[in-house]
């Protein structure tokens, strides 16, 4: 083995631009609905674009020069297992209620800031592996540019032409291997010679392994006095056709290759949020090892049958335009202007793509930048927030038709009933489990960053959710039985810890707050806000339903029935707004144009509030909403989409959507931009998008609910609807056209139109047609 110094911290790259030219000839036509294309290399992260198979990943530059692939690894966090209860916490509760009861906000803060707040105040950040860099000396006269990634193959491609010699890459993460793939191909042999070496900011150290295998072993970093306590490697391994190869001092160079492969592994010691006995070495030994007995075609082949059957369930078709022909990039300045629908198409499709890459059983579920980061410590640690932001990354998931990629976020809240229980437990004296509102690879789940962000009980109560959709959208018994030991620990939570609130007698959380507005008195910290009363009325009705179907827990089950009746209900102020909190303190609110919207909760991914069921509340949401205004920050404007989709208004969704798909929220390699970068922003709008399509609600199924005016013509194949049913629909002239309906495990539902209802009963694999031949 050779060593090779070790690089620290090291300096941004700069990659080099390349001159002229805008069309190329290998790679997918420009026009191709499902293709992001650039003519020229990313100049920043922002601009680079994403391949990952839910463990590993990497951002691609494409400079002709530099390549730079940016690696991450999912489980590379800083911290080892920690518990951050706080142990002051239980004694100070009942102070800390009653002060909030006698309406002493600030008071109570301090308490909370003093007694009630994690050790460390901060959790654990996602971190990167560090860069993979080829140097390709010598490209020179560069034209004929191009760099995409295909959403149908999951693969990207640079290509450019030097000296008259035509140079192509491929670049794809295979989840079936387990390796990123990188091919340099050019069309004259012996033309491929470059130099490849391994950087990172993290403490590592890079070494050759024979003349083809650059090796970086390191460590996971400290961070708020918690050890790091993680070993991870990353292993590339070079394969020449024709030409040399030697390890050299700063690493591989090839010289004179007709065609390379590289391959492409990295893993951690981590093996569960206790647990970090794992051996990263033989891992990725192990994957190179079978990864290099096969050919590219034969890794290509495999990756395609397995992204494939996952992305093609789900086809859209919003028409075509003239902007389909000009660059991403240039395509996202125009969005506003309204005459590119195929671009919201292109961004809907992206998101699921997204979603494949960054979410897959036996990994992480996709954090606050998915799988992507580029630093040590990046924003709000790319963790899990989880007051909206890890919910929104699972709002397409379902109807898109990918309930396999939410199966991380299912292993993340069994994980946290175990550590949220302790902390139930040791602050709270209670039985069940509760996080509050953030979680980090080690599931810690104590209140964090100060109170008036972290003193929210209700982020695990709000995973629930998803979990229900899990079982609303495949009917599975199967599924609800997996789930209901966590619902009922969630609900046992707060049967523990409702507290009676003096003036109307009803069950309130305590202390709590609405995420993260500020009410007139100071502090955010309340008893009761209306978002926490609709989380527990979705969550206690979801956990009657479950444990009814199971036929369980019959007594519970009245407990909880007694619990609902008693919450705080929704509340109408003077300004015909939803009430935020208890109380009609909204127009006083610290913010009243605040980012979140957590009250609007019940009527938008929550069900309190339907336009049909519950008109005058949803009257009064749409007021709320238009008090808030639509512009904020990407995710708080995704959500904003949404809300409008479920008020049946798909001429303002759209508006909002031309903001969030424009360069202040959209990043040119389409990345949400919060900004900073966050993925929640992508995932949300790509609900916003499936919820004009199509809503579901057990019972029912509506078709074109919220239909911009913009999008005249198109179609829509393989959505999924709760009750276990795919949909496929097509309009004309803002009119539906046809729809078709299969059913995956057989039931009856009610299909909506505008105003028009069909009872539908169908037998599983049935389908019932609508309209059309
Ligand atoms: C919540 C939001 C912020 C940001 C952060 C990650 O705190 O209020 O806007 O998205 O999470």
Known sequence: MKKLPTILNCVALVVAGVGGATTAEAGPANDHANVLWYDQPAAKWEEALPVGNGRIAAMIFGGANLERLQLNEGTLWAGGPYNPVNPEAKAALPQIRQLINEAKYGEAARLISAKVMA?????????????????????????????????????????YTSDGIRYTREIFASAPDNVIVVRLAADKPGSISFTAGLKTPMTATVETDGNDTLVMRGKGGDAGGVKGELKFQARVKVMTKGGKIAAESAGLSVNNADEVMLLITAATSYKKFDDVSGDPESIVQRQLAAAERKSFDELHAAHLADYQALFRRVAIDLGRSDAMKLPTDVRIQHFAEGNDPPLAALYYQFSRYLLIS???????PAALQGLWNNSKNPPWGGKYTININTEMNYWPAESGNLAECVEPLVGMVNDLTITGARTAREMYGAR?????????????????????????????????????????FSGDEADLKRIYPV??????????????????????????????????????????????????????????????????????????AAARARLAPDQIGAAGQLQEWLEDWDLQAKDIHHRHVSHLYGLYPGRDITLRGTPELAAAAKKSLEIRGDRATGW??????????????????????????????????????????????????????????????????????????????????????????????????????????????????RLRYGSVTREVKLAKGETYHWGGK
């Not at 979410?359 to 992480?364: K, L, N, T, W």
């Not at 707060?494 to 507005?517: A, Y």
């Not at 959500?639 to 202040?664: N, Q, V």
């Not at 609600?697 to 239909?707: H, Y």
């Open 358 to 364: 960054s979410s897959r059983p036996g990994g992480q």
């Open 119 to 159: 050790r460390p105040l901060g959790q654990m950040p996602y971190q990167t592996v560090g860069d993979l860099v080829l140097n390709f000396t010598g490209s020179t006269n560069i034209t004929d540019y191009r760099r995409d990634l295909d959403l149908d193959t999951a693969t990207a491609t640079v290509s």
């Open 636 to 749: 708080a404007t995704a959500w904003r989409i949404c809300l409008w989709t479920h008020l049946g208004d798909g001429d303002h969704a759209f508006e909002i959507l031309k903001f969030l798909l424009s360069p202040e929220r959209t990043y040119p390699n389409m990345f949400d931009a919060h900004p900073p970068f966050q993925i929640d922003g992508n995932f949300g709008g790509a609900a916003g998008i499936a919820e004009m399509l199509v809503q579901s609600r057990v019972g029912e199924i509506e078709l074109l609910p919220a239909l911009p005016k913009a999008w005249t013509s198109g179609s829509v194949k393989g959505l999924r609807a709760r009750g276990a049913f795919e949909v496929d629909i097509a309009w004309r002239d803002g009119a539906l056209v046809e729809a078709t309906l299969r059913s995956l495990k057989g039931g009856s539902t």
């Open 487 to 560: 619902l009922q620990g969630a609900s046992e939570f707060f049967l523990d810890t409702l507290q009676e609130e003096p003036k109307h007698k009803w069950l309130v959380t305590n202390p709590s707050l609405s995420p993260e507005n500020g009410h007139p008195f100071g502090a955010a910290v309340c008893a009761g806000p209306t978002m926490d009363m609709q989380i527990l009325r979705d969550l206690f009705t979801n956990t009657i339903q479950a444990a009814e179907t199971l036929g369980v827990d019959e007594d519970f089950r009245r407990q909880l």
């Open 432 to 472: 069940g489990w509760v996080v509050h509102h953030n979680t980090d690879l080690w599931r810690a789940s104590a209140p964090i960053d100060g109170p008036n962000w972290g003193m929210w009980p209700s982020g695990g109560a709000w995973l629930c959710l998803q979990l229900w959709d899990r079982y609303a």
